[in-house]
């Protein structure tokens, strides 16, 4: 598959790295398909975080990922996953590669300024998450 699903996380786009962020993207050759800012509940976090609902984490997560605006979006690209998740790095910035955008402007494990999908069907359910079909360009 050649789709993957992004969000720029709220501490990110707090600190105004949000155009930084899409820059790297597309500079790495990632099409923007669908983009936007939402402000997430943490009901509407719970729903979209469900595969982590037994993680000892969930409950941070959810509240980190609902306290301010996000930008979601989906990009395209051959090998769009796994070249995405190369692009953003370690899911812990420490362990992040240089270069990589969680490196530049994670800050810490929970606040690593980006989400990449995992695999092709959860890119799909991910970017169906905020996205109707009309917007799927
Ligand atoms: P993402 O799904 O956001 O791309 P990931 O697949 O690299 O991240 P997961 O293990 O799926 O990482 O965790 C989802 C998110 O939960 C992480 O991006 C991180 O923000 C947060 N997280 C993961 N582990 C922890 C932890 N031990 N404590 C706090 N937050 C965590």
């Known amino acids: 598959n050649n789709k993957t699903f992004t969000m720029i996380k709220p501490d990110a786009f707090a600190d105004g790295h949000t155009g930084a962020i899409l820059k790297m993207i597309e500079e790495a050759g990632f099409k ?13 976090a719970g729903k979209f975080y469900a595969v982590h609902s037994a993680r000892p984490f969930y ?3 959810c509240a980190y990922m609902s306290k301010g605006p996000i930008v979601a979006a989906i990009l395209e690209k051959d090998n769009a996953v796994a070249d995405f998740r190369t692009l953003i790095g370690a899911t812990n910035p ?10 530049l402007f994670a800050k810490s494990l929970e606040a690593n300024a980006v989400h990449g ?21």
């Open 32 to 44: 923007i398909k669908a983009i936007k800012t939402v402000k997430l509940s943490a009901e509407d």
């Open 94 to 103: 420490a362990d992040a590669a240089e270069g990589t955008i969680r490196k």
């Open 117 to 137: 999908s995992d695999s092709d069907e959860n890119a799909a359910i991910e970017g169906s998450f905020y996205f109707s079909e009309l917007e799927k360009i």
């Open 59 to 61: 409950g941070e997560l």
